[in-house]
C-alpha cells in the first residue's frame, strides 16, 4: 500500500471519527466536549503529518509530475480543514462555556458580597440601636435621680420652713422675765414697757398675747388693764392706717 493509500485509508478512518466528535458539540457537557477538542488536535497534526509524508514520498519516487503532486496536496489540505472547522467551533464552545461559568462566579461574588453588606448594615443598625438604647437608659436613670434629688430638697427645704414657722410661734414663758403687775400706777408703765418689748411686739398670735397678759395682771386690775391694752392696740391701728 502507498503512501497516498495509506493516507486515505486514515482520513477516511478519522472522518467516520469525526462525526463522533460533532456530536460532541451538541451535548452540552464540557467535559466531553473539551475531550473531544484534544482529540481532534491529535488529529489534525497526524493528518497533516501523514499528508506530508506522503507527498515527500511521490516526490522521491517521482510517481506523478510536480504539480500533480501539489495539486493531490492542496486537496487533502481542504479536506483535513473540515477537521479545523469542528476543532475551532469546538473552542468557541468551550469559550462560551467558560464565559458562561465565569459570570456565573462573579454572579455567585457579587450576591456573596451583597449578602455580606447587608449583614454588616444589619450589625451596624443593631448596634446603633443598643447604644441607642443604652443612652436613653442611661436618661432615664439620670431623669429619675434628679427627680429624687429635686424631691429630697423641696421636702428638706419644706421641712426647714416648718421649722422655722414652728419656732418663730412657739413662745416660752419662762423665756420672758416680766415682773406681774399688781395694782400700783406707778409701776404700770415699767410693766407695760417691758409687755410691749418683751411680748406684744413678737410675732405670737394675739390671742397668745391676750393670755400673757391676763396671767400677767393681778385680778383686781384685770378690768382696767385691758381697757387700757384694748384703747392702745386701737390707737396703734389708727396710727398704722393713717400711715
Not at 461574588?109 to 436613653?136: D, G, I, P
Amino acid at each position: 500500500m502507498t503512501s497516498k493509500e495509506l493516507f486515505q485509508w486514515d482520513l477516511t478512518r478519522r472522518t467516520i471519527q469525526l462525526e463522533d466528535v460533532e456530536e460532541t458539540l451538541h451535548s452540552g457537557e464540557t467535559g466531553d466536549i473539551s475531550s473531544g477538542y484534544e482529540r481532534i488536535c491529535e488529529t489534525i497534526k497526524d493528518l497533516d503529518n501523514a499528508r506530508d509524508k506522503a507527498v515527500n514520498t511521490m516526490l522521491e519516487e517521482e510517481v506523478e509530475s510536480l504539480d500533480s503532486d501539489k495539486e493531490w496536496s492542496q486537496e487533502q489540505k481542504q479536506k483535513i480543514n473540515k477537521f479545523r472547522d469542528v476543532r475551532r467551533q469546538q473552542k468557541e464552545k468551550l469559550a462560551s462555556f467558560e464565559e458562561k461559568e465565569l459570570q456565573k462566579r462573579r454572579r455567585r461574588e457579587q450576591e456573596q458580597q451583597r449578602l455580606f453588606m447587608e449583614k454588616q448594615a444589619k450589625r451596624a443598625r443593631e448596634q446603633l440601636m443598643e447604644t441607642e438604647a443604652a443612652k436613653l437608659r442611661q436618661l432615664k436613670l439620670e431623669e429619675v435621680w434628679m427627680q429624687k434629688k429635686l424631691q429630697r430638697e423641696c421636702e428638706s427645704m419644706q421641712q426647714n420652713r416648718e421649722d422655722e414657722a414652728r419656732k418663730s410661734q412657739v413662745v416660752k414663758l419662762q423665756k420672758y422675765k416680766i415682773t406681774p403687775f399688781r395694782g400700783d400706777q406707778k409701776d404700770w408703765l415699767r410693766f407695760w414697757n417691758q409687755f410691749s418689748v418683751e411680748l406684744d411686739g413678737s410675732n405670737i398670735a394675739e390671742v397668745s398675747k391676750f393670755n400673757y397678759l391676763l396671767e400677767l395682771v393681778q385680778e383686781k386690775q384685770r378690768t382696767t388693764s385691758l381697757n387700757f391694752h384694748m384703747h392702745q392696740r386701737g390707737t396703734k391701728r389708727q396710727k398704722e392706717s393713717c400711715r
